[in-house]
């Protein structure tokens, strides 16, 4: 079964940090871009790190720069979200998702992309996990 799995959600303090991890299975994640998306109630999905197969480059987006760090191992088929200085507007379901960037025919051609167009063209992406809960709260 081809499939992504997200864990490592959970309850955190304003100020804390959590790692979320992705993991492949049913395929490989070497030639995928992967991103993060969030969507808390009643707001759009929005992507808050993304990284690409070839080279490593990331995107975030000015809300998370400098406290959210993405990084893959391919080894473990897996890639990981570190959240440091964690807000309470931070709280939301965490998605990863996998797309091939750069496909003939695609419109994610940057990593740029795949973390902005998600509400846009939510079809360009090949797999997403089923979401994992961040509550950042005292």
């Known amino acids: 079964q081809l499939q992504l799995v997200e864990s490592g959600g959970g309850l955190v303090q304003p100020g804390g940090s959590r790692r979320l991890s992705c993991a492949a299975s049913g395929f490989t994640l070497d030639y995928y871009g992967i991103g993060w998306f969030r969507q808390a109630p009643g707001k759009e999905r929005e992507g808050v790190s993304c990284?690409?197969?070839?080279?490593?480059?990331?995107y975030y987006p000015d809300s998370v720069k400098g406290r959210f760090t993405i990084s893959r191992d391919n080894a473990k088929n897996t890639v990981y979200l570190q959240m440091n200085s964690l807000k309470p507007e931070d709280t939301a379901v965490y998605y990863c998702?996998?797309?091939?960037?750069?496909?003939?025919?695609?419109?994610?051609?940057?990593?740029?992309?795949?973390?902005?167009?998600?509400?846009?063209?939510?079809?360009?992406?090949?797999?997403w996990g089923q979401g994992t809960q961040v509550t950042v709260s005292s």
């Open positions: 990284i690409s197969s070839s080279n490593g480059s990331t």
């Open positions: 998702a996998a797309t091939l960037i750069g496909r003939p025919g695609s419109r994610i051609k940057t990593v740029q992309d795949m973390c902005v167009m998600t509400s846009v063209y939510p079809y360009e992406y090949d797999f």
